[in-house]
């Protein structure tokens, strides 16, 4: 089999594969990618505090209500009590305020801890909030250079796809599908010259089975590597 369209598709698309590494290498992407991934986990952050601030405010809400309730009752109770004659009945309403006035102090506390807990969670979300505008600021001034290098890198790239394309049509279905299957998996080259008698893949350096060596004796001879799925030849 003649390899050499096949060659020849793998040497261009290198080019686009440069062109795309030089791309994310760039200073300008790396910065501007960067911190849109900030400002994405500052959004993240924010809304996980606003939750959290949504959630104290409804237990302090409740805790309010509730000693709201307990003075309530306690006043009710001291009325009542005033006014008992008999040692064990008043000794059963004294068990009950008692009671309510535990309660009343341990919602106290809890009400005093979310407090704290609010104070620390307004803090957060303010300086989340800065965070984020500052990110905002940042990716506003820099997006205009990443624009200008995106539109260079995709017209770059079309120009590529282009002779791509081109080729593509002199080029076995088969042999160009599994090389853009091996080109997803990450292993370039997709299509590697064998010498023979090496039994050994010039990709992955692994050694052979004896079943894909057996295969690989003559010029046109073509097998795939049994480790890393590459396309072993030899030229004609």
Known sequence: MNFDKILEYQEVD???TLIEQDFFKN?????????????KQAAAKLEKVTTEAAEVTKSEKAYVERIKNIESELLELEKVIDGIEDLNE???????ITNLAKELENLEKELSKDKTKANDIKKEWGETMKAGQEFTKKIKAVKPQYDELFNKTKADREVVEKELKKIEKDIPADLLNHY???????????????VA????????RM???QDVASKLKNPGDMAECSDCGRIL????
């Not at 008043?90 to 009950?96: D, G, L, Q, S, W």
């Not at 853009?180 to 064998?194: I, R, S």
């Open 27 to 39: 200073e300008i992407c790396v910065s501007f990618v960067g911190m849109q991934s900030k400002l």
């Open 14 to 16: 290198k080019k686009l």
């Open 180 to 194: 853009k299957a091996l080109k997803k998996a990450k292993k370039l080259p997709a299509f590697v010259e064998y």
């Open 233 to 236: 030849f030899i030229k004609d």
């Open 197 to 204: 008698g090496s039994k050994m893949c010039t990709g992955c």
């Open 90 to 96: 008043a000794e059963h309403y004294v068990k009950m």
């Open 207 to 209: 050694e052979l089975s």
